[in-house]
């Protein structure tokens, strides 16, 4: 396990804080992330898990799908019956301006990095798993991934979290929960506007293939990747990925033995934030080959998500806007763009969907060795996430 090499930022909760998020909270969802109403879909099941957590009876673990930036937000703001501590990527401190650094350590949330190991970050969560003072709450996909209705691949983590919450002898929770938004705009004006970014005029019939296929090929001229366009999209979609991620390993120095594509994402992620962020005596010239570098990384953040198969289904016109959403972002992450500066329309609204609870105990019982147990795990958040965001789809789009 390699080690994370910026300071680690120290969660200190301050209950001042915490009554100043909760009574600021609501106008920062409507006038910071523009959205207008926030529903939660069988609330009951939060309450009882959340009681649970308060008479002591048992360690509560929230997995939520991450499927935009305000996904942290809206929980934070929605679950109002107690204090969650969550986890976030280190280099949000970074991008998501002083307030967002100012606050996260005094609500007590605690960073971590992906693939890198940090001893004082473990082991203020084993205490807090142990000790049960506020309910965990992480997004086990490791990341935004940007569909509501799809769950990735989970990543590392939560299935080790929910091990060391037993060992306080109490019953152990996973509660799941399905994130999702409802934009105001049509599939066409978001047309409209990718037409605009992208400076080019769409045909009125396919036109959504029409514009995956010339982001596509944005990508590849901005940064002079050789462009398959009659290989499925999956597979240029993959390559031109791999070239990008390759183009910064090199600038970076950063070697790769058959890591996926989100292993590779995170060091060459990480490898720039501690250059321009970090510590170390650092020049400029390289702090430059640092931003292209993360450029790099931050279309793949995106790009290794787009599937055009994903349009396909219930509420196909909720499907087909996150995808030119998606597409949008593409544009935005080439000019040299973040999350931060991703286009998310005003006046959304949005929906939490509490899943059905896995009672890790119970789930256990016959298994043995510890590899087996995190398998199990695992397999069970992942289908009950994949379910519960399927679900979320009937919700938004009843028949």
């Known amino acids: 396990m390699k080690h994370a090499n910026q300071s680690f930022p120290q969660p200190r909760y301050s209950p001042v804080m915490r009554a100043l998020v909760r009574m600021i909270g609501p106008w920062y969802l409507h006038l910071g992330e523009g959205i207008k109403g926030l529903e939660i879909h069988r609330k009951q099941v939060l309450d009882q898990e959340l009681t649970a957590f308060l008479q002591g009876r048992q360690r509560l673990i929230i997995a939520f799908r991450h499927t935009a930036k305000e996904d942290a937000p809206v929980i934070l703001v929605g679950v109002k019956q107690l204090h969650l501590r969550f986890l976030y990527g280190r280099d949000v401190l970074n991008w998501a301006g002083k307030v967002t650094r100012f606050l996260f350590p005094r609500l007590g949330f605690v960073a971590v990095q992906n693939r890198f190991s940090n001893r004082e970050g ?25 569909h509501m209705f799809h769950c990735a691949k989970l990543q590392a983590g939560l299935a080790s979290f929910a091990l060391w919450a037993m060992e306080s002898g109490k019953d152990v929770t996973i509660l799941p929960i399905a994130t999702g938004y409802e934009y105001p705009p049509t599939l066409g004006e978001l047309l409209s506007l990718w037409q605009q970014k992208s400076s080019h005029a769409l045909a009125e019939e396919n036109a959504l293939d029409e514009a995956f296929d010339h982001t596509l090929s944005l990508v590849a001229r901005a940064f002079g990747l050789e462009d398959c366009k009659d290989c499925p999209l999956i ?6 990925c791999s070239q990008l991620l390759e183009k910064g390993e090199a600038l970076a120095g950063i070697e790769h033995s ?11 992620r990480y490898a720039g934030q501690d250059i321009l962020f970090g510590a170390g005596p650092f020049d400029q010239a390289r702090k430059d080959e640092a931003s292209i570098f993360l450029t790099y990384s ?5 790009l290794e998500y ?13 499907r087909q806007k996150e995808l030119v959403l998606n597409l949008l972002d593409i544009i935005n992450r080439i000019e040299g763009g973040s999350i931060n500066t991703r286009y998310s329309p005003k006046g959304k609204r949005a929906h939490l969907l509490i899943g059905e609870p896995i009672r890790v105990n119970a789930l256990l019982q016959g298994t043995e060795s510890r590899k087996q147990r995190l398998s199990v795990i695992d397999h069970a958040t992942y289908e009950t996430l994949e379910q519960t965001s399927k679900e979320l789809e009937t919700i938004m789009r009843p028949l």
């Open 122 to 146: 473990i082991e203020l969560l084993k205490r807090e798993l142990k000790e049960g003072r506020f309910p965990l709450c992480l997004a086990p996909e490791g990341q935004v991934t940007y």
């Open 258 to 268: 058959g890591s996926s594509t989100l292993d590779r994402l995170f060091a060459l």
């Open 298 to 302: 931050q279309v793949v953040d995106v």
């Open 306 to 318: 787009l599937d055009r198969e994903y349009g396909e289904g219930r509420d196909e016109e909720t």
């Open 235 to 240: 597979e240029r979609r993959d390559s031109l």
